[in-house]
């Protein structure tokens, strides 16, 4: 019985420490120090002796004695089982427990071991796993209990849920509130009447009984956690073996996002070592509301006697909660949730239903006015990776229908297809889930497109269960539900949705309708949702006490259970299974061809990789719809797939793609834009297929242009994947599986404003990093001399570093003082990105001689640049010919002018800088309340996050920061780490990331950083 409040019980002993002390001397012979522990029925208190801990528990004077013994021969029970719960210790006499007369009444005294741990109550986040580990431990603990007996867990126990109406009822009477008392008399009613009479049969045995998240210890390590043990055997009483979850899930359930889905968790862990009977899982879910009614309504007569009491009103609140979130869920859809969880089939009736319909297949009558059984028919796919569908396609219905009809005419086909069991991204309205919650993408019918006004037949003989117009923009609009009695078969419902109004005008709920007989049409645009006209034809085995508004459209985590509740509806219109597409391959089958025919060095991103299918604007899925808003990708630069780009590159690809040895006015007007972008000097442009081939083509224009071979590079810099490339990136060449760096490179110290030698953005902190920049120019000069100094705007692998003032300009000028060049890498940041300024090199006040883009400038797309002056392209011109198969082909130049129209178009340089702005500020409120957080820095929409173990010595915190990353990925949100020491949260979005886009980014993050595995250690 969980109240944790420190008010005085009736019977509760009032000892003080001294004589706690004395007592456990006298009793146990043990010394040690003494100190007390919240309680509310007995008085406890906590004993440390050497490396040794226990309880000293004194009982409640009114506790029944026989009660106290028989828990004491459970405990023995469980620990002879090895089970992780507290042992008895003996008294001097060899006794467990020892009768004293405390205050003038009789108390039993008792010595328990301590258990290690902290309570589950103290635990965030608390993973399903761990709810699972529960659940084994509680099977495990039952198993073995089950051969335990003693007549005093027999006697009738207040907290036994079979008792839960007869105590609730004694309590109605202390809730003050109209609503919440009618709920628990309705609960009783239901309970005497539909509940009580299925338990006698069930399993019974002696269990715990009170598996609460304050009596469920867990291992310290928050790196670590797991089940460490069990207390307070208190509440062991003889029950239904099923009330050992229904109590525990109860507790576990409260301030969930999907209660039922915890649940799920706990009884698949239980069940995976003490099988459940159906019969059980029949009545869990009404066993939790139970238990959750007893509580409220005991919660509500403490709270009149102790109306001061604060704490019983906020333990009050989450039963509350739960109890009025299971009142709007249907109580079967629970029930056929945790049936799954433990392996059985969710709707019970779904093998009759389907064996029934597949044994008639071919016997019942025609949906449409056609015969989909042999009539051409063209399967469309609308998936979330469907390559013939674009997700906002059907927002368009119009345009989209017209697209449709023009294919089946083209295919010769009746009638077009949907298909049943497939994910969707079309379900756009609120119906269909809030905002950055799991949304329903799960189509649970098969849809039939043909023109407006097209007649729907029913299938099967049955009576008019309801017919309705939902009128909410994307639903079903008008809608027939039919239920279906078959004498040799069971019942069943089949609905139809998208009709037209008149058509269904003069249907009545209780008709009767013959196989073949004509019930609707179907509806045009303006009446049927705002769909493409066509059928949505499903099957439902349970209507779940919905009154004909039944979804169409299901959770992707609930997929199994609606897809049991409401077959394939093939199973009645016979559409030939040669015309639907074979599966994707899953995501597992894809890991494991991946790694058999991939070189293991190309990485994974996350602890559990995503199966990414489709890309859209800000956003990317998984193959159930699944979304995570992208804060990472900045390679699309103005979005992902964004229709201006895409379009661009589709036209260009219908026409020509070739090379540059022809004539074509994408080149021309593609460079002259590009090169209209920089600085007036930087005139002459090469095109190239990534960042990395801009670089290395960099490297050879400079040392043509100088003679020299030698390149100075800055610590912790990445310029790309070639060779060449490896030897000017500090990042990878001194890094893991380096060799080190090459002669022919010099590396200078990293102008690191947060952790560097020199600390801050002033401009003498900038002068003192450039002047090593002039001490490796001069050695080089006076030995062989050198080619160029490249240098990225703002570091980005080495941990978005922002380069002090003045050291772009001092070091560029110490650089050309002795014949090198200066390269600025805009890989990462060009193209607005900084929101100030177009160019990250711009920020700084310079000019460089030659500047190298790649990611963004493609938007995907393998489009890469070097832009120049027109006397190193001279210098560059010595008779070798420079030839790209692919640099500069009319179909990349066309995505490219195409990025550059979006970016003028959509102002998205001034989005960088003022979400930027925005989520800076967010971020850095972040910095000021976890300790953690030891810079925040950025400008525009490139943004770092520096963690650090301590503020002084700034050891970082890269185990923090994966595991940062990690748990922003499982809340949808993407990101990396990085930085030479990998402890660094990258933020470089899509320029469409919005001010929605950063608050729902730092508040994640601030819910993230609240977790045990961050602030364990800044508390």
């Known amino acids: 019985m969980t109240d944790h409040s420190p008010s005085v019980v009736p019977g509760r002993s009032r000892l003080t420490i001294e004589r706690a002390r004395e007592l456990l001397l006298e009793s146990f012979g043990v010394e040690g120090d003494v100190g007390e522990l919240p309680s509310y029925m007995d008085q406890n208190f906590r004993v440390k002796v050497a490396d040794d801990s226990y309880v000293f528990k004194i009982s409640n004077s009114l506790e029944h004695s026989g009660r106290l013994v028989a828990q004491g021969l459970a405990l023995e029970q469980l620990t002879a089982a090895g ?160 009330a050992e979850l229904a109590i525990a899930a109860a507790y576990h359930m409260m301030d969930r996002v999907d209660p039922v889905g915890v649940g799920c968790a706990l009884v698949s862990g239980y069940n995976s070592v003490n099988p459940l009977l159906e019969e059980e899982l029949d009545v869990f879910a009404e066993l939790i509301r139970a238990r959750l009614c007893t509580s409220v309504s005991k919660c509500a007569k403490a709270a009149l006697d102790e109306p001061e009491n604060e704490y019983i009103r906020v333990s009050e609140r989450p039963a509350w909660d739960l109890l009025n979130k299971l009142e709007q869920l249907p109580a079967r859809l629970a029930t056929y949730r945790f049936r799954l969880a433990c392996g059985f089939q969710p709707f019970p009736g779904n093998g009759q239903l389907t064996d029934w319909l597949s044994a008639r297949t071919t016997e019942f009558a025609s949906l449409l006015n056609c015969d989909l059984r042999s009539d051409p028919s063209l399967v469309f796919d609308f998936s979330v990776g469907t390559l013939d569908w674009k997700p906002g396609d059907m927002m368009e219905p119009e345009v989209a229908g017209r697209t449709m009809n023009r294919v089946l005419e083209d295919a010769g086909a009746a009638v077009g297809v949907g298909r049943y069991d497939e994910p969707r991204l079309v379900y756009t309205g609120e119906q269909f889930g809030e905002e950055f919650q799991e949304k329903r993408t799960i189509h649970l019918g098969l849809d039939f497109f043909q023109p407006a006004g097209s007649p729907v037949f029913a299938p099967i003989d049955g009576t008019v269960f309801s017919v309705q117009n939902l009128k909410i923009p994307f639903d079903y609009g008008p809608a027939v539900v039919l239920r279906h009695a078959p004498s040799d078969g069971p019942v069943f419902f089949t609905l139809y949705g998208h009709l037209s109004t008149s058509s269904v005008a003069d249907l009545k709920e ?70 639907f597409p074979a599966a994707p391959m899953a995501r597992e089958n894809i890991l494991q061809k991946r790694r058999a025919h991939s070189g293991p060095s190309l990485s994974l991103s996350y602890d559990k990789p995503l199966h990414i299918v489709r890309g859209l604007m800000q956003y990317l899925y998984e193959p159930d719809g699944t979304a995570f808003l ?178 772009l300009q001092e070091s560029f000028k110490a650089i050309r003082s002795l014949g090198g060049l200066c390269i600025a890498d805009e890989v990462q940041v060009g193209l607005g990105r900084l929101g100030s300024h177009f160019w990250g090199f711009e920020s700084h006040g310079v000019i460089p001689d030659i500047v190298t883009i790649g990611k963004p400038i493609g938007n995907g797309h393998p489009l890469g640049a070097v832009v120049t002056t027109r006397a190193i392209a001279d210098a560059f011109d010595n008779g070798m010919e420079y030839f790209n198969t692919f640099g500069g082909n009319p179909a990349s130049c066309a995505v490219g002018l195409a990025v550059l129209d979006v970016l003028e178009q959509e102002n998205l340089q001034q989005n960088a800088r003022e979400v930027g702005a925005h989520l800076l500020g967010l971020l850095k409120n972040l910095s000021g309340r976890h300790t953690i957080i030891g810079d925040v820095r950025g400008q525009g929409l490139f943004i770092g996050i520096e963690l650090v173990l301590d503020r002084e010595t700034l050891e970082p915190a890269a185990a923090e920061a994966s595991y940062v990353v990690n748990r922003l990925r499982h809340k949808g949100i993407l990101t990396t780490a990085d930085g030479s020491l990998r402890n660094v949260i990258k933020i470089k979005p899509p320029m469409v990331f919005n001010r929605g886009d950063a608050d729902r980014l730092a508040s994640v993050l601030d819910e993230i950083m609240e977790e045990d595995f961050i602030c364990c250690n800044f508390v």
């Not at 069930?202 to 797991?226: K, M």
């Not at 949702?529 to 066509?534: D, K, N, Y």
Request: hydrophobic content about 40%.
């Open 83 to 242: 089970l992780p719960v507290p042992h008895l210790i003996s008294t001097s006499d060899g006794s467990s427990t020892t009768l004293r007369k405390i205050d003038g009444t009789d108390h039993l005294l008792r010595l328990v071991t301590f258990m290690p741990g902290v309570v589950m109550a103290s635990v965030n986040p608390i993973p399903d796993d761990l709810v699972f580990d529960l659940g084994v431990l509680l099977g495990r603990v039952d198993l073995s209990l089950k051969s335990f007996d003693d007549p005093a867990m027999h006697s009738p126990f207040e907290w036994d849920v079979l008792r839960a109406a007869e105590t609730v009822s004694k309590h109605i009477e202390f809730v003050t509130d109209g609503p919440q008392a009618s709920l628990l008399r309705e609960f009783c009613d239901h309970f005497i009447r539909h509940v009580l009479p299925r338990l006698n049969s069930l399993p019974h045995q002696i269990i715990h009984g009170d598996a609460n998240d304050y009596n469920v210890l867990i291992t310290a390590d928050p790196g670590s956690r797991a089940i460490a043990g069990l207390i307070d055997f208190g509440d062991l009483m003889y029950t239904a073996r099923i």
């Open 510 to 579: 209780g008709q009767v309708v013959k196989a073949g007989a004509e019930i609707a049409k179907m509806g045009t645009v303006d009446e049927n949702g705002g769909w493409v006209p066509h059928l949505h034809f499903q099957i439902i085995g349970d209507m779940l006490g919905s009154s004909g508004d039944f979804i169409g459209v299901a959770l992707p985590s609930q997929r199994e259970v609606w897809k049991s509740i409401c077959p394939d509806p093939n199973l009645i219109t016979g559409v030939p299974s040669d015309r």
């Open 630 to 807: 992208d804060a990472v990708n900045n390679v699309s630069h103005v979005g992902h797939a964004h229709p201006h780009v895409v379009r661009a590159l589709n036209r260009q690809m219908t026409a020509l793609n070739t090379n540059t040895r022809y004539l074509h006015q994408n080149l021309a007007q593609y460079s002259e834009r590009l090169a209209a972008t920089l600085p007036e000097s930087l005139s002459v442009v090469y095109l190239v297929n990534s960042g990395s081939e801009a670089n290395d083509l960099a490297l050879r224009m400079a040392r043509l242009a100088t003679g020299s071979n030698h390149v100075i590079t800055v610590d912790g810099s990445y310029h790309g994947n070639l060779s060449s490339l490896i030897d000017i990136s500090p990042y990878k060449h001194s890094g893991p599986g380096g060799t080190g760096t090459p002669p022919v490179t010099r590396v200078v110290p990293m102008p690191d404003p947060y952790r560097g030698e020199h600390r801050g953005y002033s401009d003498e902190s900038g002068a003192a990093y450039a002047r090593y920049v002039a001490e490796v120019s001069t050695e080089l000069h006076a030995e062989s001399g050198f080619a160029a100094f490249i240098c990225e705007s703002v570091l980005g692998c080495g941990g978005q570093i922002f380069l002090p003032q003045t050291y």
